[in-house]
């Protein structure tokens, strides 16, 4: 046999070893992408929780305003954490 093409053959053979996969490969590449879903799923979870936790910190120290009617009168209350600063109010 010419000795180019044994080369070539050799060449070949090594290449369709090193490509052939087995079962353990594949369930190592299943196992990889379930983990990196996973990673994902987790980051974009965490990001609501953190945005969450941002809104819920600015609103707990909002003033809220009620309004209650006392007879003839109306009484404004604060009834939030945050302090009321620059309230007006106008004769109804």
């Known amino acids: 046999m010419n000795p180019d093409l044994t080369s070539i053959v050799q060449a070949l053979d090594r290449l369709e070893a090193a ?9 190592n590449l299943l196992l990889v992408v ?26 707990s120290v909002m003033p809220i305003l009620a309004v209650f009617n006392e ?10 954490w945050g302090t009321s600063i620059q309230s007006t109010h106008r004769p109804l």
Request: glycine share 8%; aromatic share 12%; net charge positive.
């Open 71 to 80: 007879g003839s009168s109306f009484l404004v209350r604060n009834v939030g």
């Open 19 to 27: 490509l052939h996969t087995s079962t353990t490969d594949h369930f």
């Open 34 to 59: 379930v983990t990196l879903g996973v990673l994902i799923w987790y980051t974009i979870e965490t990001y609501k929780l953190r945005v969450a936790a941002q809104r819920q910190g600015e609103t």
